[in-house]
């Protein structure tokens, strides 16, 4: 098998091969927590919020003084406006193309578990041309390129089911909340009260103090 060229396929339109691979990319994911500051506690509770999505940063090389260097010449951009041209807005969506990037048969890009290559986007590219011909035509660029994976629910939903109820969990408690509606949120049942009263040793579950701290414990499949 020859060299395998990675290969930007986009969801409408024919594919996009680099001219060189990428000597590197580098693979970049954070996740979003918030911080609920708790009275009479030395520091605040850290809350997951969310998952923020993986990005993808790579530099493309492109050149084309095989065609010369003097006229005739053919200007480098009619090869990279091929792939800044990913981030144009198409009118039937009205948002750019989604894109799957492939590099051989076992060149995962995107960190996952899946089988299934993950959706992107291109989110940025920044240009530098490094060589020109006598007449300012531009002969050589890298592309600087970050890519966002752009999973939807189905595909995420897929991959890591969420389960609420079997999880211990802490939450805090907003103004004009019952311990029937932290259950209904929690566990999608508002009969289920007793398990948050009893974890919280709450006497009077109707007083609940807005801003405290309340244990969310996990069902047994029993309870749920």
Not at 35 to 40: Q, R, S, T, Y
Not at 76 to 87: A, N, P, Q
Not at 136 to 151: E, M, Q, S, Y
Not at 168 to 193: F, H
Request: hydrophobic share 35%.
């Amino acid at each position: 098998m020859g060299l395998q060229h990675l290969t930007i396929s986009p969801e409408i339109g024919k594919d996009i091969k680099a001219m060189y691979n990428p000597e590197k990319f580098t693979a970049s994911r954070g996740v979003q927590f918030a911080e609920i500051a708790v009275p009479g506690l030395d520091a605040p509770i850290v809350q997951f919020v969310r998952g923020q999505s993986e990005k993808i940063t790579l530099e493309l090389f492109f050149d084309t003084t095989d065609q010369g260097t003097v006229d005739p010449v053919q200007d480098v951009r009619d090869l990279t406006s091929k792939v800044y041209g990913l981030m144009s807005v198409l009118s039937h969506t009205h948002a750019p193309p989604r894109l799957k990037l492939k590099w051989g048969t076992g060149g995962k890009l995107f960190n996952h578990s899946g089988t299934e290559d993950p959706w992107c986007v291109l989110e940025s590219v920044s240009q530098e041309f490094t060589l020109f011909s006598p007449e300012g035509v531009p002969l050589r660029a890298k592309l600087n390129c970050t890519f966002r994976d752009a999973w939807t629910i189905d595909q995420q939903l897929a991959q890591t089911p969420r389960e609420s109820s079997d999880r211990t969990k802490i939450v805090q408690v907003k103004a004009g909340q019952t311990l029937s509606e932290i259950a209904w949120l929690n566990y999608n049942d508002p009969g289920q009260w007793r398990p948050i009263a009893a974890a919280n040793q709450l006497d009077n579950p109707r007083l609940l103090i807005p801003g405290m701290v309340l244990v969310i414990p996990s069902l047994t499949p029993g309870q749920n």
